[in-house]
């Protein structure tokens, strides 16, 4: 799964460390959440939007198999 969080972060001037300490984790897991290393719960994912004041879908690219034949 890619994101845009980094992106979007950086629109809102906030740092790793603040958007960590903003939806209750530690800045490492922000770091494995951009490098995509990391998939975040649905709460983790609702409250990163929330905080980039945007949507779940906007900040996570589900990349889906379109080919589902066979």
């Known amino acids: 799964m890619d994101n845009r969080i980094r992106e979007l972060r ?3 001037n906030l740092t790793q460390d603040d958007l ?4 209750g984790v530690r800045r490492e897991t922000i770091v494995f959440l951009e490098k995509g290393k990391y998939n975040p ?3 983790l994912a609702w409250d990163i939007a ?3 004041e945007t949507s779940i879908e906007e900040v996570f690219i589900f ?3 379109l080919d589902q034949s066979g």
Do not use: C, G, Y
């Not at 960590?20 to 939806?23: C, E, K, L, T």
């Open 41 to 43: 719960s649905l709460k």
């Open 10 to 12: 950086a629109r809102h």
């Open 63 to 65: 990349e889906e198999n």
């Open 50 to 52: 929330k905080v980039l």
């Open 20 to 23: 960590a300490r903003r939806v």
